[in-house]
T-cell receptor
């Protein structure tokens, strides 16, 4: 049972435009969320996080929005750059479950120069 | 920043043999290490969680006798795939978490296992 879902397997965006990656979750106990960026044959690298007490967290070009009532989070990248082309995973964790992370299936972002 | 290494990065082995993958935290003490497996175009699936000095906790459906995990020190965890079969071919990634953060995990670069 996939508790974290990324329904868009791929996304193409023009350089300079906004990239919006979406993630939905089913477990209402999740209280911490992260976005990871992954290049082929490499491990994921941490991008940005948000806890359930916030609805927005911003770090440079990256902003994560959390809508707890909808069990939805999104990652906005503005402006998008060709170097942002990678697979993006969202992950969720619940403090009571030992902070194990559950990952979505990823969205492959291609930023077109 | 926190660095996690894995060795080897790529291994090919024959069916029936065993393979050991190492995961090291290079500049911090990892109280907890996680092992993930990723199939092509699929999500990272948590296989097991290990705390230093104690037995690993395996996720449902993961055979603990087949995937042996040892977390003998605060900087090293090993995953041994025993009696490997072609269906064990996958990308294995470890992550580590230190004392300071209860959430942050630092990932290794992954190990590509191919069983022939």
């Amino acid at each position: 049972d996939q508790q974290v879902k990324q329904n868009s397997p791929s996304l193409s965006v023009q350089e300079g435009r906004i990239s919006i990656l979406n993630c939905d979750y089913t477990n209402s106990m999740f209280d911490y969320f992260l976005w990871y960026k992954k290049y082929p044959a490499e491990g994921p690298t941490f991008l940005i996080s948000i806890s359930s007490i916030k609805d927005k967290n911003e770090d440079g070009r990256f902003t994560v929005f959390l809508n707890k009532s909808a069990k939805h989070l999104s990652l906005h990248i503005v402006p998008s750059q060709p170097g942002d082309s990678a697979v993006y995973f969202c992950a969720a964790s619940a403090h009571h479950s030992g902070n194990q992370f559950y990952f979505g299936t990823g969205t492959s972002l291609t930023v077109i120069p | 920043g926190a660095v996690v290494s894995q060795h080897p990065s790529w291994v090919i082995c024959k069916s029936g043999t065993s393979v050991k993958i190492e995961c090291r935290s290079l500049d911090f003490q990892a109280t907890t290490m996680f092992w993930y497996r990723q199939f092509p175009k699929q999500s990272l699936m948590l296989m097991a969680t290990s705390n230093e000095g104690s037995k690993a906790t395996y996720e449902q459906g993961v055979e603990k006798d087949k995937f042996l995990i040892n977390h003998a020190s605060l900087t090293l965890s090993t995953l041994t795939v025993t009696s490997a079969h072609p269906e064990d071919s996958s990308f294995y990634i470890c992550s580590a978490r230190g004392w300071e953060s209860s959430y942050e995990q630092y990932f290794g670069p992954g190990t590509r296992l191919t069983v022939t």
